[in-house]
């Protein structure tokens, strides 16, 4: 068996939108060791003059044998996204090394409530802990607050309707809110917060995950209303 990270050459099985501007790649990686919610991947592109570059994306699930799914944001004046969503095709290889990382986890054995809060790709993560209690059959509390631009960049918008039993998810929007919304679309905030996550005195863990400005807000709301530092874990996707 390879080493955890060493470099493997997985294949495209699937590429499926997930909004305008990302999409779920399917993976098949020889010999996946497995992972926890909340770990990455790094993946390497070499060209022909041998420039090479490599970016790290979240696992969004748990595995399914030798398959793995990113999801992956176009960024259009990005180097490598747009490549992946835009060029990558089913049959394609690509090097990859994981899984990386063993803080930002979930472990399906923890008992405390949690609260995941998503800004823009910063769900995919957030969804792989979501996705790992139901496999799990954990009846841990969960409570998920996503901001989003507009309701159509909601990811795994069908999955997340259909919702778990013990799953609460509030949406932010931070450019259009939907008609009925009674909140008017505005980057998130204390009252955000406060409404839809859990009391510290109920010791959740947080995850929050998203863009630098964004991650920086959450977290400093989180400890400012007395959540324990300890327990606010963060991801910065830069
Ligand atoms: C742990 C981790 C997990 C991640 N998971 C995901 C995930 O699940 N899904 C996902 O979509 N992304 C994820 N990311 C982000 C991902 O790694 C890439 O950063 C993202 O896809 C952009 O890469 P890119 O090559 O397209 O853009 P880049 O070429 O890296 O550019 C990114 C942005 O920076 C700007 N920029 C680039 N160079 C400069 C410069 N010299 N000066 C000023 N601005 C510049 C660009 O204009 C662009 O807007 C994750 C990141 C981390 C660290």
């Known amino acids: 068996m390879a080493p955890r990270l060493a470099w493997r050459v997985a294949k495209l099985v699937e590429s499926r939108p997930e909004t305008d501007s990302a999409h779920t790649l399917v993976l098949e990686v020889p010999d996946w060791p497995g992972?926890?919610?909340?770990?990455?991947?790094?993946?390497?592109?070499?060209?022909?003059?041998?420039?090479?570059?490599?970016?790290?994306?979240?696992?969004?699930g748990p595995a399914n044998g030798?398959?793995?799914?990113?999801?992956?944001?176009?960024?259009?004046d990005g180097e490598v996204s747009p490549y992946l969503t835009d060029v990558f095709a089913p049959g394609d290889p690509i090097e990859l090394r994981g899984p990386v990382g063993g803080w930002f986890v979930w472990r399906p054995t923890a008992t405390e409530p949690v609260l995941l809060v998503a800004g823009g790709s910063g769900i995919v993560p957030l969804m792989a802990m979501i996705r790992a209690r139901r496999e799990a059959g954990s009846r841990v509390?969960?409570?998920?607050?996503y901001s989003v631009r507009t309701p159509e960049d909601v990811y795994y918008a069908a999955e997340l309707r259909r919702g778990a039993p013990g799953l609460d998810i509030a949406y932010v929007h931070t450019r259009t809110a939907p008609e009925q919304a009674r909140r008017p679309a505005k980057r998130i905030g204390l009252p955000d917060v406060t409404?839809?996550?859990?009391?510290?005195?109920?010791?959740?863990?947080?995850?929050?995950?998203?863009?630098?400005?964004?991650?920086?807000?959450?977290?400093?709301i989180l400890v400012a209303v007395g959540h324990d530092p300890q327990r606010v874990k963060t991801e910065r996707f830069g």
């Open 141 to 145: 509390p969960f409570r998920l607050i």
């Open 195 to 220: 409404t839809h996550g859990w009391p510290p005195d109920f010791q959740p863990t947080c995850f929050v995950c998203g863009p630098t400005g964004f991650v920086e807000t959450v977290a400093d």
């Open 66 to 76: 030798d398959r793995i799914e990113l999801t992956v944001q176009r960024l259009s």
């Open 35 to 60: 992972h926890l919610a909340g770990q990455h991947v790094d993946v390497r592109l070499t060209a022909e003059d041998g420039y090479s570059t490599q970016r790290s994306y979240s696992v969004a």
